[in-house]
């Protein structure tokens, strides 16, 4: 099922990995988070073939790391809208939801090649090496932004799910006649 990624706040287990997808032409570079989904790692760059195959090797590793959900890079124009790669995009994600029984999040993934290609750059990787790492280093980029963001959204859960229990435990002392200021 595609969800918004505050769909996936306190729907997850406590512990579960993500996998980020950066869906390209030719490849599909892979990274996968800690099962506490603090940080994410490169994985793998996946040759795109015919969606079948595609899927089923996705499936693989979906099954052989527990993932608990799927983050797809979705690649929006600069203005916010959806151009030609991003519906392709989600229309692999919809493709995907039948091939595997976890959430799928779409993730703006703006800029995040450009950001990877600049780092190796500036790294002094050879084109060669460039070529091999982009992908997998783009999918990580998305994941880590889709996991920070999850991570902020959790926290403000916990947080007010805190107050609410500290407010009715007030509730409680002043219904029984204590006073809360007394310890």
Same mark, same amino acid.
Do not use: H
């Given at each position: 099922m595609t969800v918004a990624?505050?769909? %996936?706040?306190?729907?997850?287990?406590?512990?579960?990995?993500?996998?980020?997808?950066?869906?390209?032409?030719?490849?599909?570079?892979?990274?996968?988070?800690?099962v506490e989904r603090r940080i994410a790692s490169p994985l793998e760059t996946l040759k795109r073939g015919k969606f079948t195959k595609d899927a089923a090797e996705i499936a693989s590793i979906v099954k052989r790391f527990d993932v608990a959900a799927i983050v797809v890079g979705l690649p929006l124009n600069m203005d916010g809208s959806a151009g030609p790669r991003a519906q392709s995009t989600q229309s692999f994600m919809r493709n995907l939801e039948g091939v595997i029984?976890?959430?799928?999040?779409?993730?703006?993934?703006?800029?995040?090649?450009?950001?990877?290609t600049r780092t190796l750059l500036e790294a002094d990787a050879s084109r060669a090496r460039r070529g091999q790492l982009v992908d997998k280093l783009a999918a990580s980029?998305? %994941?880590?932004?889709?996991?920070?963001?999850?991570?902020?959204?959790?926290?403000?859960?916990?947080?007010?799910?805190?107050?609410?229990?500290?407010?009715e435990a007030d509730r409680a002392r002043n219904a029984?006649?204590?006073?809360?200021?007394?310890?």
């Open positions: 990624l505050e769909g %996936l706040v306190g729907k997850l287990p406590r512990f579960g990995r993500l996998i980020g997808i950066d869906l390209g032409t030719k490849t599909i570079g892979l990274a996968l988070s800690d029984a976890c959430p799928i999040v779409g993730w703006d993934e703006r800029l995040s090649t450009m950001a990877v980029y998305i %994941l880590q932004g889709a996991i920070d963001r999850l991570n902020l959204l959790e926290d403000a859960r916990t947080q007010e799910a805190d107050q609410e229990a500290d407010q029984a006649g204590e006073d809360p200021d007394r310890e």
